[in-house]
Each structure stands twice: as C-alpha cells, then as structure tokens.
C-alpha cells in the first residue's frame, strides 16, 4: 500500500505557473500508476493528468493538455505537476492518487488518496 501527501498549492495569478508536489511512501510505489485529479464545491472530481508505472506514458484532459505537465521520480517516491498558463478556472482542490498497474479517467478507480491542496487562480 501507498500513502500519498500533495503540497505546493497556493494563490497565484493568471498565466502563473506552480508545481504540485505528490509524495508517496511505501516500497511498492513503482507499481501504480498515479493520477492528478481536480475537485470545485459542490461538483464532481474531475480528472486531471495521468502517469504510467514506469512515466514513460502520461495522460492528460483536454483542458490541461499543452498547459500541465505530470512526472515522476521513483527513485524518490515522488510525483511532480507542472502547471503552467493558469487560468481562474483551473482553480480548485487538486488531490493524487495511486492505482496499482493501469492509469484510469475514473476516480473510483482509484484506491488511495492524497488530502488534496488548493490551488487558487486569481483574474
């Protein structure tokens, strides 16, 4: 089992630029897939961004694509998203989680969870 902890969410302005953070504890780290997923008040979490076992494949919504980057780093049982040209709408609570073998669009996919970080994008 993974237990993954985001950070790096904080205020920024429109077409700022952060890095979130997912780092994950647990030996058996390189066998999930992780995925980024992004949640608002009052609707759906919504899926984000996506990494293979090995990085090798990533994933990303249509609404991220050429924007947000996702990486990994086994060696330090971490993963990274680089988000770029932020956008007001991207503000919201931005969670990782860890599925074993295949990445998934679907949440409930999904067995462990980050606590989530805010992300807030001011115009």
């Known amino acids: 089992q993974v237990q993954l902890v985001e950070s790096g969410g904080r205020l920024v302005q429109a077409g700022g630029s952060l890095r979130l953070s997912c780092a994950a504890s647990g030996r058996t780290f390189r066998d999930y897939a992780i995925g980024w997923f992004r949640q608002e008040p009052g609707k759906e979490r919504e899926f984000v961004t996506a990494?293979?076992?090995?990085?090798?494949?990533?994933y990303h919504a249509d609404s991220v694509k050429g924007r947000f980057t996702i990486s990994r780093d086994n060696a330090k049982n971490a993963v990274y998203l680089q988000m770029n040209s932020l956008k007001p709408e991207d503000t919201a609570v931005y969670y990782c989680a860890a599925r074993l073998a295949y990445y998934s669009r679907n949440s409930k996919d999904y067995s462990r969870w980050g606590q989530g970080t805010q992300v807030t994008v001011s115009s």
């Open positions: 990494i293979s076992p090995s990085g090798i494949t990533t």
